[in-house]
């Protein structure tokens, strides 16, 4: 039995179809069992980190577990009780989801926040994987609605770029961990096989689509605006403009052959992911 953590997000359903797809017993873990949509044969049960029973009674059983933790300073005790309630249930194989950049003293606030989880699962005396992947290409889906009614992109990052990574390839990854003790101890950094700055990631679109596919800079303060406005803490907007400005100044120019080293081919491009997901830009 592998449990997967946040199994309904981009990475843990992926993840959850891939294991299923190998016929592994999985167990789906959200918050929301009803609105879950999985692959037939795959065990969905109701988890919620702040109720550490239900943790518990997820992780009852299984061998191996993938953890998604939530982002921000709010949620840095609830990662290390999630491994702590995965350990204490028996689970003897942790594979961490956090980030690229953490523990870079550059990065500021943000790039703490997966530390504690971090270090939790390296002293859960269990076997353990962590992986670091950089900015995702589905990140740009969030553009959709302004490509469809051609306005310009959202650019806070400058000319920098950031080694794209499509998550399909990170969820292969994190497989792979869950599978095999072969991967115990690794920290594994996880980019696509370039560095793409916004603009970069604007023209592939642009080239798919037949038209063009204009980007505007977004003020920090104008940025910091948005997500207090949309409920988002100070501290938690303050970190995520720290990060973003470790990426303009090019801290995040990273492509590394981890996946390859993993996986045994090359990481999928940008280009790859925008053929594959193209619709979206276009309903």
């Given amino acids: 039995m592998i449990v997967i953590t946040g199994a309904t997000g981009t990475i843990g359903s992926e993840v959850v179809r891939l294991l299923a797809e190998r016929g ?3 167990r789906a873990v959200t918050r929301d069992p009803e609105g879950a949509r999985v692959p037939a044969g795959v065990e969905v049960v109701r988890g919620d980190y702040a109720d550490t029973p239900s943790m518990a009674a997820a992780f009852d059983g ?4 993938f953890l998604i933790g939530q982002l921000g300073p709010e949620y840095v005790e609830l990662d290390r009780a999630l491994v702590a ?11 961490k989801l956090s980030a690229i950049g953490t523990g870079e003293p550059g990065v500021g606030r943000v790039g703490t926040w997966h530390l504690p989880g971090e270090q939790a699962v390296r002293d859960s005396g269990v076997a353990w994987t962590i992986l670091r992947p950089s900015s995702f290409a589905s990140n740009t889906l969030s553009w959709a609605a302004m490509v469809g009614a051609g306005q310009p992109v959202p650019n806070m990052t400058g000319t920098a ?3 794209v990574i499509d998550p ?16 115990s101890g690794q920290v594994y950094t996880l980019t696509g096989p370039e560095v793409l700055s916004t603009h970069d990631q604007a023209a592939v679109l642009a080239a798919a689509l037949g038209h063009g596919v204009d980007v505007t800079d977004v003020p920090e303060a104008q940025a910091r605006e948005f997500m207090l406005g949309a409920g988002l803490s100070e501290e938690f907007a303050d970190g995520a403009l720290a990060g ?8 995040n120019e990273i492509v590394t052959g981890d996946l390859e080293r993993v996986l045994g081919r090359a990481p999928r491009t940008y280009a790859d992911w925008v053929r594959d997901h193209v619709a979206a830009f276009t309903a």
């Fill in 244 to 251: 973003q400005a470790y990426v303009r100044a090019g801290g």
């Fill in 24 to 26: 592994v017993k999985v």
């Fill in 161 to 163: 770029g950031q080694g």
């Fill in 62 to 65: 299984a061998e191996a577990a």
């Fill in 85 to 95: 309630t995965a350990r204490t249930a028996g689970v003897r194989r942790l594979v």
């Fill in 168 to 183: 399909r390839d990170v969820a292969e990854v994190a497989v792979a961990a869950l599978l095999s003790d072969a991967h």
